[in-house]
């Protein structure tokens, strides 16, 4: 494909645009979230999390499911056709 001299230059100054908008530091720097917590203060903040959580009946989540030769019969079968 063949691109003209006006075409090609409007497309190096679109593209030049491009990476000169998407170069600024600070659009993307993280905002400040606050001040920092202690680790005491985290305890509280997550017993208390846990007791308000506790009166609504929410309990802890479930772990990820895990995956042992014993638990998946699925990779038996896998395994059986790859032999």
Do not use: H, K, Q
């Not at 993307?28 to 609504?56: K, N, Q």
């Not at 998946?72 to 079968?77: E, G, I, P, T, Y």
Request: net charge positive; with cysteine.
């Amino acid at each position: 494909m063949c691109i003209g001299n006006g075409r090609a230059a409007l497309l190096a100054l679109v593209c030049s645009a491009a990476i000169v908008g998407c170069s600024e530091d600070d659009a993307v720097a993280p905002t400040s979230a606050g001040p920092a917590l202690s680790e005491a203060d985290l305890t509280t903040l997550a017993a208390e999390v846990r007791a308000l959580t506790a009166g609504r009946g929410i309990g802890p989540l479930a772990g990820p499911p895990r995956f042992g030769r014993r638990s998946s019969s699925w990779a038996a079968r896998w395994r059986s056709t790859r032999s």
